[in-house]
């Protein structure tokens, strides 16, 4: 047996995002459950962590059993305990949990829960006005917590849902009051995404699509586990040509039918300033719909997955945990270093 002495640390300090979320029915129907997803994140995350990634989550707070955010943490800390431990990883770098937070999410983060995960995650608050919105329009926090939410806290939510989603595409810049030094955020270098709500969610659009969206104007290589279920598997059928030639979940209109909060927001749009840089709906849908076109004439390039086109094909629709691991895996050796796992 051959004992690896030389671990690759290529994808040391990059930030890997991941877009994940359960929906039971969804998942059920295809002979999954929970335990499935989250076997699956442990095992995509862990290596990463090992070589000194950071997993980058946007997940909330709130103690649910089907919340992604607790699971990364006990990993990370898990991971930590282990390395010192002693034995040959020792003295590893082991990753961290990078939290884009947008308003009013970060409400939710209590200064006692920050300090309890503080070696394990790094929380980046995105705010109203980082979002775009203009002073006289900010919704106060009370507003916020109020059981009857107004219609500006949430158009608001809305629109910094989206601009966290962007920033997490872009380096951050955070002065540390009374330090002389600048904390940096790197973009994220890669995306995975799988299962996800494909309706009834808060924001213009589903936030796996604008993730995608967001991954692939950038460059980013993008892993669509779509065998999963959800809005990663819309996204998946869509880009294999799979069903009609512009999907129905990829139009405005079916979403503004299925979502209640899209009609609305699409109303509020011509009452309330949207910044620049969000997009409302139909142009985000069109957007992405123009990235799926390309993408059915090249999915490697257009993704860059690192994998071949049968690869690719085999990623976006597999149900196999250990085979989705392996490809994407092998995928992240290809364009960042990652070790992959033997064949």
């Given at each position: ?6 671990r690759s640390?290529?994808?040391a ?6 877009g ?5 029915d ?13 076997e ?8 990463l ?6 997993i980058a989550y ?7 059993e ?6 990364l943490l006990r990993?990370?800390?898990?991971e930590?305990?282990d390395?010192?431990?002693?034995g040959p990883?020792t ?13 009013p ?6 200064p006692?829960?920050?300090a ?6 790094r929380i980046i ?9 203009a ?7 009370a507003?916020?917590?109020?059981a009857?939410?107004?219609?500006r ?12 989603r ?9 002065t540390?009051p009374d ?9 994220g270098a ?7 709500k ?19 104007e950038?460059g ?17 059928r869509?880009m294999l ?13 079916w979403?503004q039918?299925k979502?209640p909060?899209?009609a609305?927001?699409?109303?509020l749009?011509?009452?309330?300033a949207?910044p620049?840089e969000?997009?409302?709906t139909?142009?985000?849908l069109?957007?992405?719909f123009?990235?799926?076109e390309?993408?059915r ?12 086109d049968?690869?690719t ?5 597999t149900?196999d945990?250990?085979r989705a ?11 960042m270093?990652?070790e992959?796992?033997?064949?």
């Amino acid at each position: 047996m051959t004992i690896r002495r030389y671990r690759s640390r290529a994808i040391a300090d990059r930030i890997i995002g991941f877009g994940i979320s359960y929906q039971r029915d969804n998942l059920l129907a295809r002979g999954l459950g929970l335990e499935h997803l989250r076997e699956l994140l442990i095992r995509l995350a862990r290596p990463l962590l090992r070589q000194g990634a950071s997993i980058a989550y946007g997940g909330d707070w709130k103690e649910r059993e089907d919340n992604f955010t607790y699971d990364l943490l006990r990993l990370i800390s898990a991971e930590q305990e282990d390395n010192s431990l002693g034995g040959p990883d020792t003295n590893l770098t082991i990753g961290r949990l990078i939290n884009h937070l947008a308003w009013p999410y970060y409400l939710d983060v209590t200064p006692a829960i920050e300090a309890q995960w503080i070696n394990c995650c790094r929380i980046i608050r995105i705010s109203q006005t980082q979002a775009g919105i203009a002073e006289a329009d900010l919704a106060t926090d009370a507003e916020a917590r109020a059981a009857e939410k107004s219609d500006r806290v949430l158009f608001n939510g809305a629109v910094t849902l989206s601009a966290m989603r962007r920033l997490t595409t872009e380096e951050i810049r955070i002065t540390i009051p009374d330090m002389p030094i600048v904390e940096i955020i790197p973009p994220g270098a890669a995306r995975v995404i799988l299962g996800g709500k494909i309706d009834n969610y808060c924001g213009f659009l589903p936030g796996i699509f604008e993730e995608a969206l967001l991954t692939l104007e950038n460059g980013r290589p993008l892993y669509v586990l779509g065998g999963f279920g959800g809005a990663a598997e819309a996204l998946a059928r869509a880009m294999l040509g799979i069903g009609n030639p512009r999907p129905e979940e990829l139009t405005a209109v079916w979403h503004q039918e299925k979502t209640p909060c899209v009609a609305k927001l699409a109303a509020l749009a011509g009452e309330f300033a949207m910044p620049p840089e969000v997009r409302p709906t139909s142009a985000a849908l069109d957007a992405l719909f123009a990235l799926v076109e390309q993408a059915r004439a090249n999915l490697p390039d257009t993704l860059k997955t690192g994998l071949t086109d049968p690869e690719t094909r085999e990623l976006l629709m597999t149900r196999d945990v250990a085979r989705a691991v392996q490809l994407v895996r092998k995928g992240l050796e290809s364009q960042m270093g990652l070790e992959a796992l033997p064949a």
